[in-house]
């Protein structure tokens, strides 16, 4: 680490640690609602992305760093941080290395974002499912103090660290705010290289004790994010344990047993159809949806039939099962929790379909058309039905009916357009 540095050395040596530094603080927002092995991963891929920004500023201020004879890779300071780090850049002057660096790392992590969408994180801005990850970022600038913490490494301590984490608590996801000093500074020193009108007017605002700082926000970035679908009306990872109610004499509850995200998902037990449990949706939904998610059988698993249905208050409604033994599957309609069959079974065109997770894609169309297809891990379609009904049009739940023991991961309801 930066116990090489000359640079810092000098600067405890000779200006007993005294000097100006340029700090860029960077906070993953909702790191916390991540499961801890997801939480590790998230932290490595960040580590990763503060070490391509670095790279891309060593770069591009390769003749400043020979002219001032200071080394990027040694001088600069990186700090974990709560939930992020704080990299300091404390060369003794004001610059605009903190500015192109924010930059740099905001675009590196929205790239990165980008290559692996994903819904629920788009929509909520957190997932267990991928190591995507939101940034806010604070910068501050002033006279710090550079000291040797105990593990031997440079560290720093001063008004400007404290303040840089005021100002990130502040930021927006996607959001590089100057405190009134880095923003002060910038403008005076490096007239130049920044244009005013990316600057917000100053915001005040509170932090403890009442105490009042300004803020400002850079505006000149691009960042492309993806609006979620607004089409997607449900969606459960099973993450959060809760939400679910058991249904007749079955049970549903939350289980690390098989998972298909994260390190929960639904398991179906206690009894057999109709029996299970559900789940009562935020409204009511008309015909036209889509309901998809992910399901699990282990081969000792018991009865066959995974079984689910979207319904109303009364049971009745449409949904599908998943035969295990006879490697068939059916739509089916439910009159008062009852299964009705109104299409005959099909093979499911592979050997067996336990001990592996499979998708289902079910189609509740508005003129009554139900399609159902199911998918092995690789995305293949391994099933394809469709029928048509029109006794019911109306529904507001999830009824996870059929044999136990299954599991359930990964559910969403989207509505079509
Ligand atoms: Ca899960």
């Known amino acids: 680490m930066n116990v090489q540095s000359s640079h810092l050395q ?4 000779i200006q007993e640690g005294v000097t100006h530094v340029l700090i860029v603080f960077a906070d993953i927002e909702k790191y916390s609602r991540r499961t801890s092995s997801r939480q590790k991963k998230v932290i490595d891929t960040f580590s990763d992305c503060l070490d391509k920004a670095l790279t891309e500023t060593a ?5 400043y760093a020979q002219k001032k004879n200071v080394n990027f890779e040694t001088d600069i300071i990186k700090l974990p941080i709560g939930d992020g780090a704080a990299v300091v850049f404390p060369f003794g002057a004001p610059h605009t290395f903190h500015l192109f660096f924010a930059k740099a790392l905001l675009k ?12 629920k994180f788009v929509a909520e801005g957190w997932c267990n499912c991928h190591s995507n990850f939101n940034l806010r970022i604070g910068i501050s600038a002033g006279d710090g103090i550079i000291y040797e913490d105990i593990n031997k490494r440079f560290n720093i301590a001063g008004g400007v660290i404290n303040l840089a984490s005021r100002v990130v608590n502040a930021a927006r996801p996607n959001e590089i705010l100057f405190s009134e000093d880095a923003y002060k500074s910038i403008l005076e020193f490096s007239q130049d290289k920044v244009d005013i009108n990316h600057f917000g007017k100053g915001l005040d605002i509170t932090i ?58 639904l398991k179906k037990d206690a009894n057999t159809d ?16 889509i309901f998809s998610g992910w399901m699990y059988r282990p081969s000792d698993g018991g009865l066959n039939l995974d079984r689910l249905g979207i319904e109303n208050d009364e049971n009745n409604g449409y949904g599908f099962y998943v035969d295990h033994r006879k490697v068939e599957f059916r739509i089916e309609r439910r009159d008062k929790g009852r299964a009705s069959y109104i299409v005959d079974p099909q093979k499911i065109n592979v050997h067996k379909m336990t001990d ?3 998708q289902f894609i079910f189609g509740v169309k508005t003129d009554g058309t139900l399609e ?23 529904f507001d739940r999830i009824v996870v009916h059929g044999g136990y023991r299954y599991y359930v991961d990964d559910i969403q309801i989207e509505l079509c357009p």
């Open 372 to 394: 159902l297809c199911l998918k092995d891990t690789s995305g293949k379609e391994i099933a394809v039905m469709s029928t048509r009904d029109t006794r019911y049009g109306t």
């Open 274 to 289: 109709p029996h299970g449990g559900l789940k009562i949706l935020d409204g009511p939904i008309p015909l036209g949806f």
């Open 59 to 63: 770069n591009e201020f390769v003749e």
């Open 108 to 119: 590196i992590v929205n790239e990165m974002n980008a290559r692996s969408a994903c819904d």
């Open 208 to 265: 403890k004790h009442d105490m009042v700082i300004k803020v400002y926000d850079y505006k000149g970035i691009e960042v492309k994010t993806d609006k979620p679908s607004d089409k997607i009306i449900f969606r459960d990872d099973f993450e959060i344990p809760g939400g679910w109610a058991n249904y007749g004499a079955g049970s549903v509850i939350h289980s690390s047993e098989y998972v298909h995200s994260g390190n929960l998902s």
């Open 10 to 13: 000098d600067v405890l040596d």
């Open 356 to 358: 592996a997770w499979y």
